[in-house]
């Protein structure tokens, strides 16, 4: 099939940058998106252009480093990764519109690269569990309840691609951050360091110049994991016990 | 990376976590933190106690003018008790000094929390030529709704409107249809105006488009949502049930009135 | 003694065995116990004079540079993805073994160890899989403690599943996404120590070259490596008291593999330049159920969990050729030939013997779907027996994940599958305590020899990264870091200098060429030599025309690349550049490997060695040995030289295997 993508080229973090057309001519239905991607840069380097930067690796929906704006949509009209969109998601004569994540917190690298470092920072100011190498427990000395252990698991399946924030009208990090949260907080392991756990990481997501969350749910709609919205409510929780807890001073 | 806070002076170890070791940090420049009391989160907070704070002042506002169906006299007295309500333990119009002052606070705590949250949440959606994203498809998102693009202008609209309306009503500064000492008269001389009751409408109608999102968002910034989507939430629900209330409750009088069928 | 001239056939000279020279000895049980108690220690208080660079961020990297840091040392760390959770590790889907007998159905310590021995087809050491065994407990407590979210019994406690052909249930998962779950703990773990300041992380940086100093008594000692900042395109150096390798495997050597698009041979392969001894580059593990290629834009081929061969049938037409769709073909004109071949194991056969029958269907012209590469995994009977929602329940998120792929319905017709390549066993030769021959220089991971001898065992690579990196290598590189702090080293150092200028050259060098064929192409031809000599199965002919075609496709690509853009920027062009030009002499010396390695053993087919009915035969009286390869810096870089080091087995009896 044919397809025309219009695509946002910005040579650096510094420069401008503005959407480029290209036109292509055989596209084949089973290719994935990002296999389009491919063969457009071949197209592009044999002509000696510069071919279109874009972050992915393990193209099966996992490590969450692919992720583009298509039509508007992160990661495109379906639920799932950009590395697993196909193009047999689009028609014949289409045009395509792909752009970078945008978010403050998320500057441009270069095209369709975006810095996402701000998500580790969110995560070194309290997403773990200080568990000092060879101080464990035997495991099954910590039972936990399997609804527990499920809905944390569910929470940590969040790849980190970061898509919330391109959704959200705010770029807010909540979904990211409260997904974690969840994640640890639903654990006996991780209610020593839920207080500060919260704190910490709502303040760093607050550094990185998020923005704040008008429970609008953009970001579940676009989060390729479906990490549920009532995350975010469970960090309010959290948050709110925590400075309570800390203005009584216990 | 170190948390640095902006008024604590800068130590090496100074971090939320004992570290092993206290060394230079290289990673990532060190970010300066807000203390978590003044963070987004903190601020919604605020904005969701402020504003259920009003939705609760409506439904007893809604209520009080329900009285108009029952006819002047029950309106007046009614308008009357209000402000000698708690004598002699309060003064005069104790109890409505009261209501002024918390709603007052009430709605400043809430613009506060508005304009700091607006600029914050502008420069974190990141543009790029004016535009955040320049596709001209799917401009309304994934499952958003009327109401979460209303919520800035509403608000706007809905506090010229408080303005107008106290200039109107309490303060009688403008008095379309003629002032009165009775409360009774000021409404219903008011409403038996097309272009009064219209304009009423219409802000009553940006108060539920604001309440339709509002009340499920307050409601979940204070962490009461249990569902993972908003559209499932049970508090999407209460927010319409609501909001419908508050509505059709304000604008029944004014109807009534316009259309002669009052009491 | 070397002799220099590879004897007529060959293209490698032999030179003396070698031996671990780290390896204890005494009872099995005890020998880490030992190893541990004799490693010299770092006394905590000099700990952070202590430099160690760690790249890598996968279990294997993340596990060691956090518990590195933690124990106080100053650590630097790299990957080339945008963050340390995005490592390939969080790609592993089925699950980790350990030998915690919770199942009370007899596994032990010693079983597990007996299991991987047995399992790596008596190509690996004795020592190292028991210490894994050994230390397989102690992970999941440590993961646990983490909040890995472990799949879970009604009582709260951990569940376990059967994986891979073992009759014990031992294996440990979380959902099917075991491995992101592990990794996003270590990770967890690193960031923790990032945040403490223990451990610098420096993402998108791309190690191309390691740094070795000559110490006071002359001793070549790893002491840095050259890096590039992908970003900018800076290229820096980094010294430190030691160096270690945690990046993964390099399946990408064929193109298509279920690797991740950036998994690479570099940083192994510029350390064998230097001297470290590439060990069984040929050993590869080919996985039987991968979604078939689609096209010639294909990219990647994605795995679906072997636990599907459970309930479906594998089958082609009878009939050559035969395009007819699935459903019209009848029941009497399907050859269902694992069960044919196989009465007993059927469709469970081992993943080799799944892997080769597939191909040796498509060869005869029975393969189904495009290009006729794929065979026909079919659910029919599995649906009928079990009822949709049994089948939709056990199996769903795979059959939703063949569905988005291939826009097919598995529940109504056949699933196509092709085998495709998913680990290597070969990696950088390593001692007892995971150091290469090259002094100070550590290797970690898949990117290490070490634990799986011609085969792994499903689930026993997450084990063996994570045992590595948890608790093998602090104990290990404290023993050497307890005479470091060494010499500081200066960045004007001849020998960084030289380093960073090698680099440099190699970079200028592929922009200068600017000929007409992309990087991508010349990828997927030598892919394409590789799968069909040195895949599935391979033959001295086969091998020996695939070390021709591929030293003709080096000079093409040296002479003919184009490499778009400068250096100074994000060019991804020239990261694959960089990895193809590696990939390019890998792949050479895998052929090689092959070439040498007259046998048929776990991973690695020789058609002349097998059976009569097509099983693989070792031949344990000449290949009972680790192939350690030398690069030939002296010469010019065509004649590698092979070191043997001995396999002997005190406790497991070497036998042969049967399926029948
Ligand atoms: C699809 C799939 C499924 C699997 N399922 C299982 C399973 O169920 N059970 C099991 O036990 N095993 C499984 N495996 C195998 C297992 O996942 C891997 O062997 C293991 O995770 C490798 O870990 P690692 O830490 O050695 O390397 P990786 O996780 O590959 O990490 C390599 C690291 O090195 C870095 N790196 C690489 N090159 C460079 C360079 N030049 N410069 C700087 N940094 C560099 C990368 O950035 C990355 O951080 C599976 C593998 C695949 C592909
Ligand atoms: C004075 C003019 C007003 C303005 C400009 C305004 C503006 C806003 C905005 C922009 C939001 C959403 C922001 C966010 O969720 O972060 C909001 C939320 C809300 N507003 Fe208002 N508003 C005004 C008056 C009112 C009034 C009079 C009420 C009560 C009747 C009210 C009730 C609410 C509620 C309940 C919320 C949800 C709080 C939350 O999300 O936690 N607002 N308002
Ligand atoms: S919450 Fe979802 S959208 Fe956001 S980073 Fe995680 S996986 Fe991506
Ligand atoms: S490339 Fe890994 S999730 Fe898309």
């Known amino acids: 099939m044919k397809i025309t993508v219009n695509i946002w080229r910005q040579k650096d973090a510094d420069a401008k940058g503005s959407m480029v057309t290209y036109p292509l001519e055989s596209v084949d239905e089973h290719m994935s998106f990002l296999e389009m991607l491919d063969v457009l840069n071949e197209k592009l380097t044999i002509d000696g252009e510069d071919p279109v930067a874009f972050d992915s690796d393990c193209r099966e929906g996992i490590c969450g480093t692919c992720g583009v704006v298509i039509n508007g949509i992160p990661h495109g009209p379906e639920v799932t990764t950009t590395c697993q969109l196909h193009m047999r998601t689009f028609k014949d004569g289409d045009t395509i519109d792909i752009e970078p994540w945008r978010a403050g917190a998320f500057p441009v690298v270069k095209d369709l690269v975006v810095d996402r470092g701000s998500f580790d920072r969110i995560i070194q100011a309290g997403g773990y569990i200080s568990a000092p190498t060879g101080a464990a427990v035997e495991a099954n000395n910590i039972p936990v309840p399997k609804a527990d252990a499920d809905h944390a698991f569910e929470a940590a399946t969040c790849i980190g691609c970061g898509a919330c924030v391109a959704a959200c009208p705010n770029g807010s990090a909540m979904l990211f951050t409260a997904s974690k949260i969840t994640h640890l907080g639903l654990l006996p392991q991780g209610q020593p360091e839920r207080d500060s756990r919260v704190l910490g990481m709502v303040e760093q997501h607050d550094a990185e110049g998020f923005g704040g969350c008008t429970n609008i749910g953009e970001c579940t709609a676009a989060c390729p994991k479906g990490i549920p919205l009532d995350v975010i409510s469970r960090l309010n929780r959290d948050l709110l016990g925590a400075l309570s807890r800390q203005a009584v001073g216990s | 990376m170190p948390v640095v806070y902006e008024s604590e002076p800068q130590s090496d170890c100074d971090r939320i976590v004992e570290p092993a070791y206290c060394g230079p940090v290289v990673t990532s420049a060190p970010t300066k933190r807000t203390p978590a009391t003044r963070s987004t989160v903190a601020l919604k907070y605020s904005m969701a106690v402020s504003g259920l704070i009003m939705i609760g002042y409506l439904l007893l506002h809604m209520y009080g003018n329900l009285k108009v169906f029952a006819g002047q006299e029950a309106f007046d007295e009614y308008a009357h008790h209000l402000r000698t309500f708690g004598e002699p333990m309060l003064p005069y119009e104790g109890l409505l000094w009261i209501v002024r002052v918390v709603l007052l606070a009430a709605i400043l705590v809430h613009i506060y929390a508005v304009v700091v949250l607006t600029i914050r949440n502008r420069r974190a959606a990141g543009y790029a030529g004016g535009k955040r994203y320049h596709s001209k498809q799917n401009r309304t998102g994934i499952q958003r709704s009327y109401a979460s693009f209303t919520l800035r202008w509403g608000g706007v609209v809905i506090l010229a409107f408080i303005v107008y309306h106290l200039l109107h009503l309490t303060a009688q500064v403008v008095t379309p249809g003629g002032a009165s000492d009775s409360p009774y008269d000021r409404v219903v001389n008011g409403f038996e105006i097309w272009y009064v009751t219209v304009g009423y409408t219409v802000a009553m109608l940006a108060v539920g488009l604001h309440l339709w999102h509002g009340i499920w968002s307050a409601l979940t910034s204070l962490g009461g949502n249990r569902s993972a989507t908003r559209i499932d939430s049970r508090l999407t629900g209460i927010a319409v049930v609501v909001t419908l209330v508050i509505v059709i409750g304000f604008l029944l009088p004014p109807w009534a009135i316009f259309l002669g069928l009052e009491a | 003694m070397t002799t220099t001239t590879p004897a007529p056939g060959e293209f490698h000279v032999v030179g003396d065995d070698i031996r671990d020279a780290a390896a204890p000895t005494g009872p099995i049980e005890r020998r880490w116990d030992d190893r541990k108690f004799n490693a010299k220690l770092v006394n905590p208080a000099n700990r952070r004079k202590i430099k160690v660079i760690v790249v890598g961020t996968g279990l294997a990297g993340a596990s060691a540079a956090a518990t590195l840091g933690e124990a106080g040392y100053q650590v630097v760390s790299f990957c080339y993805q945008d963050s340390p959770r995005r490592a390939h590790s969080i790609a592993a889907q089925g699950g980790i073994n350990a030998a915690k007998n919770y199942r009370n159905d007899g596994d032990s310590i010693y079983r597990l160890f007996y299991d991987t021995v047995k399992g790596g087809d008596f190509r690996s050491r004795e020592s190292n899989v028991y210490r894994l065994a050994q230390v397989s407990v102690n992970i999941i407590d440590q993961c646990v403690a983490q909040g890995v979210p472990f799949a879970r019994e009604y009582g709260g406690l951990l569940d376990n599943r059967s994986f891979g052909g073992v009759q014990v249930s031992r294996t440990f998962y979380a959902r099917g996404q075991t491995g992101q779950q592990l990794l996003i703990g270590a990770y967890q773990a690193l960031e923790r120590q990032i945040g403490a300041g223990t451990v610098e992380m420096n993402t998108r940086h791309e190690m191309l070259e390691v740094i070795l100093v000559p110490d006071a008594d002359g001793v070549e000692r790893a002491r840095g490596i050259v890096v590039r900042d992908m970003v900018t395109g800076e290229i820096e150096t980094h010294t430190a008291d030691a160096v270690v390798l945690a990046t993964g495997g390099y399946g990408n050597v064929f193109f298509l593999s279920t690797n991740a698009m950036g998994s690479n041979t570099t940083a192994t392969w510029r350390a064998h330049k230097k001297g470290a001894y590439f060990a069984n580059p040929c050993y590869t593990q080919i996985h039987p159920t991968c979604i078939p290629v689609s096209g010639e834009y ?363």
Not at chain 3, 313 to 334: L, M, T
Not at chain 3, 422 to 442: A, C, K, P, R, S
Not at chain 3, 575 to 586: H, P
């Open chain 3, 298 to 660: 294909q990219s990647k081929l994605t795995l679906m969990s072997e636990s599907l061969r459970n309930d479906g049938r594998i089958w082609v037409p009878k009939k050559e050729g035969d395009d007819r769709p699935a459903s019209q073909i009848p029941e009497d004109e399907r050859d269902y030939y694992l069960e044919r071949i196989y009465p007993s194991f059927g469709n469970l056969v081992p993943r080799d013997i799944a892997s080769r029958a597939a191909k040796y269907q498509c060869d005869d012209g029975k393969g189904v779907g495009p290009g006729g590469l794929g065979v026909y995994l079919d659910f029919a009977d599995a649906i009928e027996r079990l009822g949709r929602p049994a089948v939709e329940a056990k199996y769903g998120n795979l059959f939703d994940m063949y569905a988005r792929i291939t826009g097919e319905d598995p529940y109504s017709e056949p699933m196509r599958i092709y085998p495709a390549v998913h680990y290597v066993m070969g990696g950088l030769w390593v001692d007892y305590d995971l150091q290469t021959n090259i002094t100070g220089l550590f290797c970690a991971g898949e990117a290490n020899f070490s634990d799986h001898g011609a085969n792994r065992l499903g689930a026993s690579a997450l084990m063996q990264g994570l045992a590595d990196g948890y608790f093998v290598l602090p104990n290990t590189l404290a023993d050497y870091l307890a005479a470091s702090p060494f010499e500081k080293i200066a960045d004007d150092h001849p020998r960084v200098v030289e380093a960073r200028q090698e680099v440099e050259a190699r970079i200028t060098k592929l922009l200068e060429i600017d000929g007409t064929r992309t990087v991508d192409s010349i990828h997927k031809e030598l892919g394409h030599i590789m799968w069909e000599y040195c895949g599935m199965e391979r033959t001295a002919e086969g091998l020996t025309k695939a070390v021709g075609l591929i030293r003709e496709l080096k000079n093409e690509f040296w002479t003919n690349v184009k490499v778009t853009g400068v250096n100074e920027e994000l060019n991804q062009t020239l990261e694959r550049a960089g990895r193809v030009a590696d990939f390019l002499e890998l792949g050479e010396l895998m052929c090689i490997d092959a070439l040498n390695r007259a046998e048929s053993c776990g991973g690695h087919f020789r058609a002349e060695s097998q059976t009569e009915d097509g099983e693989a035969m070792r031949h344990d009286d000449q290949f009972a040995y680790v192939s350690a390869w030398e690069y030939d810096t002296d010469g010019d870089g065509q004649t590698p030289i092979l070191h043997k080091e001995p396999l002997e087995y005190e406790y497991v009896e070497m036998k042969a295997r049967s399926y029948k």
